[in-house]
């Protein structure tokens, strides 16, 4: 790619074929699809191939149910792989993002001979680097007010009428217009490339700094593949010899690995803990969390521009915000919210000694009759307060109203609770959760923004000492290795073990019709909780321990080569000059 990459007009290819083709094809598979079909008590009345499970209590169901699996063929057929089309998207962001880093290596003409040989050199580029984090950081902002916004949009947006969506944002069979942050996107981007495509190929180099950086242009040698080869395994033994690179690069995994936690699930957990719609979940966090992290990158680059730190006081202030951080994030654990109460699922129903066990169904004497098939999550709140999975699996009888205003009456299962006909009615929808849950979840927000404040004061010492820890010569060795490492090791394994981790905590699976798991439809938030604050946490401490153990090294090794410096003036003094001497005399 590196190849292919230098041969054609770099600033075209970042900006228009890759980036905005790329988010494009994300969101094709939206159009090549269907619709979006979910099962509920109010019966979808313009869709006359969308078998509904009857609302109430009804023999009937058994009937509807097999009418159901009947199409279970028709609707494999249909089935498309559609996430391809989705892989081969991020595979052309992925390859845009190369190009962009080497897009701007090839216009600032940054070299690591200059890194190393003038400190004030090496602090600039690195207070450079926290302006372009910290602008880098401005488009997530935006990223995360247009996915709310798109989020609180039904993913069918203008292909069916909003009044028949009975389901609401807070409802975990809710799809938001996914696509439609993808379409702005793209077409966002191919507007952004238009100043890019009059770029030139190249900027012409300074004369002076041409002379200086190359004194001697006659004696230029390019040297071979062959030569490169044989000069690659040597340096890559002395790098992975080098006891504080490894040090730091184990710390650099485990912390990227909870960072990548935190991103990935932050929303999840949110939604969750606190009853919260991901449209407003998302839009709190770019709001919130955003702004804390842009100011905190750019006075990162401007700490180091100003005090001009070492390596071990990089070190130290990126050890010191570290586990600053950490502490900020320990009365997350006090932030939590009781589950709600489910019948069968986390409250037992009215008369049952125990909760049912889910697998082998919700059933009880109110609505064994009833014939409720197992699939079916289209859950309602009973004036008793408690959330129901159906109306069905409510044991109510009759309905009155229609789609968002459908109500439920003669439950049986809420008579059950010592409540009279005449108020045992239920409507559509979870029950809400106590008011507390929304204040927790607005301070959780402010301590988050005041964390990631903390965390990213130390983000520019991050890049700062994987660069000065080993040899001038190595320098873009260790930078190649340290990201590749990252990416693997940091990035890919962990939202996949996470996830894995989360389902375990799943009380209720959604079933789809022709068989086997669909998604969660309910968390047991209290042990979703310490499971993600824990393991972050955990994950967070031994790297912070790994590199407090950095710290250590990177401190004897300075103070070795001072002892050596000091040393090696004592074995070869410098001659003074006769005024000197006769000073001294």
Not at 115 to 133: A, E, K, M, T
Not at 292 to 297: C, E, F, I, K, N
Not at 316 to 335: D, E, H, K, N, Q
Not at 336 to 347: F, L, M, R
Request: proline share 4%; with cysteine; charged share 15%.
């Amino acid at each position: 790619m590196l190849y292919f990459g230098s041969k054609f007009h770099r600033p075209k290819i970042i900006g228009v074929l890759l980036m905005g083709v790329g988010t494009l094809l994300m969101a094709l598979p939206h159009f090549i699809m269907s619709q979006y079909k979910y099962d509920t008590a109010a019966a979808h009345s313009n869709d006359a191939d969308n078998f509904t499970v009857s609302s109430t209590c009804s023999s009937d169901n058994q009937s509807t149910v097999q009418q159901l699996v009947s199409g279970c063929l028709k609707e494999e057929a249909e089935s498309s792989p559609t996430w391809v089309i989705v892989l081969f998207g991020n595979i052309l962001r992925g390859i845009k993002l190369l190009l962009l880093l080497l897009f701007i290596l090839f216009f600032y003409h940054i070299k690591a001979t200059h890194v190393s040989r003038d400190l004030v050199y090496f602090v600039i580029f690195f207070f450079s680097v926290g302006c372009l984090h910290t602008l880098g950081v401005i488009g997530p902002f935006f990223g995360y007010s247009l996915g709310s916004l798109c989020a609180s949009f039904y993913v069918d947006i203008g292909l069916v009428n909003q009044e028949s969506v009975t389901i609401t944002p807070q409802d975990s069979r809710w799809v938001g217009a996914w696509w439609l942050g993808y379409v702005v996107s793209g077409l966002l981007t191919l507007l952004a490339a238009l100043p890019l495509w009059f770029l030139p190929r190249a900027l012409p180099e300074n004369p002076q700094t041409s002379k200086l950086d190359h004194p001697s242009n006659q004696h230029k040698h390019t040297l071979s593949i062959t030569e490169i080869a044989k000069d690659f395994g040597p340096s890559l033994k002395r790098l992975l010899t080098n006891g504080i690179y490894l040090l730091y690069l184990v710390y650099g995994v485990l912390a990227f690995n909870a960072f990548t936690i935190v991103i990935t699930y932050t929303p999840k957990y949110l939604e969750q803990q606190f009853g919260q719609s991901a449209s407003k979940t998302n839009f709190l966090i770019g709001v919130t969390s955003i702004p804390s992290v842009a100011l905190g990158m750019f006075l990162s680059g401007w700490i180091m521009k100003r005090f001009k730190l070492s390596l071990l006081g990089s070190t130290r202030l990126m050890f010191f915000c570290s586990v600053t951080s950490l502490v900020c994030t320990i009365p997350y654990f006090a932030l939590s919210c009781e589950n709600i109460d489910v019948a069968g699922v986390t409250v037992p129903y009215q008369g049952s000694i125990e909760v049912q066990d889910i697998s082998r169904g919700l059933l009880t004497s109110c609505n064994t009759d009833c014939g409720c098939p197992d699939f079916q999550w289209d859950p309602v709140c009973g004036q008793n307060e408690v959330t129901y999975i159906s109306p069905c699996h409510a044991g109510c009888n009759s309905t009155r109203g229609a789609e968002q205003n459908m109500t439920f009456h003669g439950c049986t299962c809420i008579q059950s609770w010592g409540l009279t006909s005449g108020n045992s009615s239920a409507v559509l929808g979870q029950c809400s959760r106590e008011t507390s849950c929304t204040k927790m979840f607005y301070i959780y927000l402010a301590l988050q923004s005041l964390a990631f404040f903390v965390y990213c004061l130390g983000t520019v010492p991050f890049f700062l000492v994987s660069l000065r820890i080993v040899d001038p010569a190595l320098k873009s060795l260790s930078v190649g290795v340290f990201l590749l490492v990252l990416r693997i090791f940091g990035g890919i394994p962990a939202p996949i073990c996470f996830g894995a981790l989360i389902d375990s905590t799943c009380l209720k699976w959604g079933q789809k019709k022709c068989g086997g798991s669909g998604t969660c439809r309910m968390y047991d938030i209290e042990t979703f909780r310490y499971l993600f604050l824990g393991l972050v946490s955990s994950l967070r401490t031994i790297s912070y321990t790994l590199l407090w153990i950095v710290t250590i090294q990177i401190k004897r090794k300075v103070q070795n080569d001072k002892q050596m410096s000091k040393d090696a003036e004592l074995q070869h003094p410098v001659l003074c000059d006769p005024e000197q001497e006769t000073t001294l005399k």
